[in-house]
């Protein structure tokens, strides 16, 4: 009898240390692993463009019914339109100033339940995943400057951003960083961005947004973008 007790509770200790792995606000349970594909877009490429503004986003589930404008976890909703905050972001500055869209899918879609999001996230980082991408920019040597945008993941990248910093040569190539997030900002994410590619020149002219403030920051991201000097929009 004693044994048996004994089992149980190391089973219960081990249990418990497992689930203090990662903890902060985005700390939540694993139950449910149900998937949902993220709709695909097509990235298009313009010949002669030297802009790409590549981006990285994963629009969560959140219920906004009888909202039309709605900064919520992950999610700008405008005329019934779900957008991921980063892919919000990304689609004023190709508004602003031009150049070429291209989002960064995976083979595997994310989940877009928050909890089941954060854990995983959790589980990539933890593992230093390079998950497969499904996009690919074409001519990636035709642009100078990438403009390049990602959800702050656990006070770093999305290991997808891992996957598509390390697929190109961006040698002598300007990447212009942003970054969406609950409060964190950057964290250590420019140092990162250096590390991976040492030989291209990282802007300080970045933009950061907290979530709270994506919904109601096109003034703010449209200010960023003319700021840059880049404009190649046809008059
Ligand atoms: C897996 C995951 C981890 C996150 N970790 C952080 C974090 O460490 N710091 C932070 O400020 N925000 C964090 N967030 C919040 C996101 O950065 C924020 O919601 C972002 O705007 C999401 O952008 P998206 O809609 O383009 O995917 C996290 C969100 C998720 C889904």
């Given at each position: 009898?004693?044994?048996?007790?004994?089992?149980?509770?190391?089973?219960?200790?081990?249990?418990?240390?497992?689930?203090?792995?990662?903890?902060?606000?985005?700390?939540?349970?694993?139950?449910?692993?149900?998937?949902?594909?993220?709709?695909?877009?097509?990235?298009?490429?313009?010949?002669?463009?030297?802009?790409?503004?590549?981006?990285?986003?994963?629009?969560?589930?959140?219920?906004?019914?009888?909202?039309?404008?709605?900064?919520?976890?992950?999610?700008?909703?405008?005329?019934?339109?779900?957008?991921?905050?980063?892919e919000y972001i990304a689609r004023i500055v190709k508004e602003?100033?031009?150049?070429?869209l291209?989002?960064?899918?995976?083979?595997?879609?994310?989940?877009?339940?928050?909890?089941?999001?954060?854990?995983?996230?959790?589980?990539?980082?933890?593992?230093?995943?390079?998950?497969?991408?499904?996009?690919?920019?074409?001519?990636?040597?035709?642009?100078?400057?990438?403009?390049?945008?990602?959800?702050?993941?656990?006070?770093?990248?999305?290991?997808?951003?891992?996957?598509?910093?390390?697929?190109?040569?961006?040698?002598?190539?300007?990447?212009?960083?942003?970054?969406?997030?609950?409060?964190?900002?950057?964290?250590?994410?420019?140092?990162?961005?250096?590390?991976?590619?040492?030989?291209?020149?990282?802007?300080?002219?970045?933009?950061?947004?907290?979530?709270?403030?994506?919904?109601?920051?096109?003034?703010?991201?449209?200010?960023?973008?003319?700021?840059?000097?880049?404009?190649?929009?046809?008059?």
């Amino acid at each position: 009898m004693r044994r048996w007790i004994g089992l149980f509770l190391s089973i219960v200790l081990i249990i418990s240390l497992c689930a203090c792995g990662k903890t902060d606000s985005f700390t939540k349970n694993n139950s449910n692993h149900k998937k949902t594909a993220i709709k695909e877009k097509e990235n298009t490429t313009t010949e002669n463009s030297h802009i790409l503004i590549a981006y990285f986003t994963v629009p969560e589930n959140v219920d906004t019914s009888g909202v039309d404008a709605v900064a919520g976890a992950s999610i700008v909703v405008k005329e019934n339109e779900n957008i991921g905050n980063t892919e919000y972001i990304a689609r004023i500055v190709k508004e602003t100033i031009g150049g070429d869209l291209f989002r960064i899918e995976t083979k595997d879609s994310y989940p877009l339940d928050h909890d089941i999001l954060v854990d995983q996230a959790a589980e990539e980082q933890d593992q230093d995943l390079r998950p497969e991408l499904s996009s690919h920019v074409e001519n990636f040597k035709q642009y100078d400057t990438i403009i390049l945008g990602f959800p702050n993941w656990w006070a770093d990248l999305p290991m997808p951003m891992y996957s598509f910093l390390e697929e190109y040569d961006f040698d002598a190539k300007t990447i212009i960083p942003f970054v969406t997030h609950g409060g964190s900002g950057f964290s250590s994410i420019l140092n990162t961005i250096s590390k991976l590619q040492p030989n291209a020149y990282v802007s300080d002219n970045t933009f950061s947004l907290s979530r709270e403030k994506v919904a109601n920051g096109e003034a703010k991201a449209k200010e960023w973008a003319e700021s840059l000097g880049l404009n190649v929009k046809p008059e």
